[in-house]
């Protein structure tokens, strides 16, 4: 196992929340955090309101797919992060687990999105200062 902690992301389609977290996880922890993403039932392509607005603020998520939540990839996470996949996450004990509950980006243009991507930032910050000071 990793000295770094591991996030995992996790929403319906891993197209556009769960994408954005791991966005700014990935730009704000540089390599002191392992990010995951995945979603319950995936879709075909990122969300391109998701991605323009991650554009916006220097932040390229182009290169992400969607990636089908999977046993293993959840038991070696260290934090399991739901954005509103209901139960089809997996349970593990001595894993720490925080719901977000946000607004789905899925079918909003990139106005609706932007209000989305900024309270994920403002989450992000603060889980990543919670995870640096318990290592």
Not at 55 to 64: F, K, L, N, S, Y
Request: glycine letters at 8%; proline letters at 6%.
């Amino acid at each position: 196992m990793s000295d770094k902690p591991s996030v995992l992301f996790v929403c319906v389609h891993n197209a556009g929340r769960s994408q954005m977290a791991a966005g700014w996880l990935r730009h704000l922890a540089g390599d002191q955090v392992e990010v995951r993403s995945a979603g319950s039932a995936p879709a075909d392509r990122i969300n391109p309101a998701a991605v323009q607005a991650m554009a916006e603020v220097g932040i390229d998520i182009t290169d992400q797919t969607p990636k089908l939540l999977d046993y293993e990839t959840a038991e070696n996470s260290d934090v399991i992060i739901t954005m509103g996949c209901g139960d089809a996450c997996p349970v593990f004990p001595g894993k720490r687990y925080e719901d977000w509950k946000l607004d789905d980006p899925a079918g909003k243009g990139v106005d609706a999105v932007r209000p989305i991507r900024d309270a994920i930032k403002s989450r992000i910050e603060n889980l990543l200062a919670d995870l640096i000071a318990t290592r």
